[in-house]
């Protein structure tokens, strides 16, 4: 009897593609870059299983492509906006994603993202490498200390905790966060306060965004929140591109309005080339690398894997959500 067939949407690490291969014929999309809408339709047809990315739009169109045999779509991620998951349950369709796995890389990111903004690292790095560094000066490329700094988490889970436990114990940062409620635990450890966002704004040195993309959330900081803030803050942002208003932040870098930004996800990504933030110094931009680890990226291949072998041998999903 024929296997069932599969839809890898890229190439993934292959820790994935061995655990697959025990259960289904895979059908890859090999390049590097997404499957136009044409290339989702073709690819998914007759198959019983979806492995998407975050770029993969999976709505009614791809399950009508796919056909009624389609048992599972498994998300190479922890969030999962790019599913139709009511659509998906209605039909039957199981959903899962990858959580647990990316929360120290993602952490580790914000860190490093921050250091670098406040410390002016690649202004510093291109001065370097266009020849522009001349003699050590006392005026050249001066940022912000960090030590005992306040630091705002805005949407305090998983990965907002991580950056916390390490800003607060590597640099004795103060600690306040927004989230649907406060977390006692949370705040005896860090000595940390659960606030109100417009409070966080205007007393954090140091900002980070770890909200979901909802229709809450979308443009979660705009003009108004901006003017909030102090004019020397840094804004972080791992979660989502959509949270930020972008028009909004380069209004605020150009005038100085705050002192930094570091984004490791925009809007559209990638970042459209004629996008004015590209031009900006203040505002540092790295190619949605939060997860890429070995470690995280091997994990998060392996539960993607799990759940579609479970989707299409019709049991409950290890990571469902």
């Known amino acids: 009897m024929p296997q069932p067939v599969v839809f890898v949407a890229r190439r993934i690490p292959e820790v994935a593609f061995r655990l697959i291969a025990e259960h289904a014929d895979v059908r890859l999309h090999a390049a590097v870059l997404p499957p136009t809408r044409a290339e989702l339709f073709d690819g998914v047809k007759g198959c019983a299983g979806v492995l998407s990315l975050l770029s993969d739009r999976m709505d009614a169109e791809v399950f009508d492509a796919a056909g009624p045999q389609l048992k599972v779509v498994s998300n190479f991620a922890v969030g999962y906006n790019n599913i139709d998951v009511a659509e998906?349950?209605?039909?039957?369709?199981?959903?899962?994603?990858?959580?647990g796995v990316l929360t120290e890389a993602t952490a580790d990111i914000a860190v490093a993202l921050l250091l670098a903004a406040a410390r002016r690292l690649p202004e510093g790095w291109k001065a370097v490498k266009e020849l522009e560094w001349k003699t050590w000066e006392p005026l050249g490329w001066m940022g912000l200390e960090l030590a005992g700094k306040t630091l705002g988490i805005v949407g305090l889970g998983r990965i907002g905790s991580a950056v916390a436990q390490r800003l607060h114990g590597g640099w004795g940062m103060k600690v306040l966060y927004t989230a649907r409620s406060a977390k006692p635990d949370f705040d005896q450890k860090f000595g940390a306060r659960h606030v109100r966002l417009d409070e966080l704004l205007r007393k954090s040195d140091f900002i980070s965004l770890h909200v979901p993309l909802t229709d809450e959330t979308r443009k979660l900081i705009s003009a108004p929140e901006f003017a909030?803030?102090?004019?020397?803050?840094?804004?972080?942002?791992?979660?989502?591109?959509?949270?930020?208003?972008?028009?909004?932040?380069?209004?605020?870098?150009?005038?100085?309005?705050?002192?930094?930004?570091?984004?490791?996800?925009?809007e559209p990504e990638p970042l459209s080339s004629d996008s004015p933030l590209r031009e900006l110094a203040n505002c540092l931009i790295v190619p949605h690398i939060g997860s890429a680890t070995i470690t995280a990226r091997d994990a998060m291949a392996d539960r993607s894997a799990r759940n579609l072998i479970a989707g299409i041998l019709g049991q409950p999903l290890p990571y469902a959500v």
């Open 88 to 99: 998906a349950r209605r039909r039957g369709i199981s959903v899962g994603n990858t959580p």
């Open 228 to 266: 909030l803030m102090k004019r020397t803050a840094i804004l972080i942002n791992t979660a989502r591109g959509e949270v930020l208003d972008q028009v909004a932040l380069h209004e605020a870098l150009s005038a100085n309005r705050i002192f930094a930004a570091g984004l490791d996800v925009c």
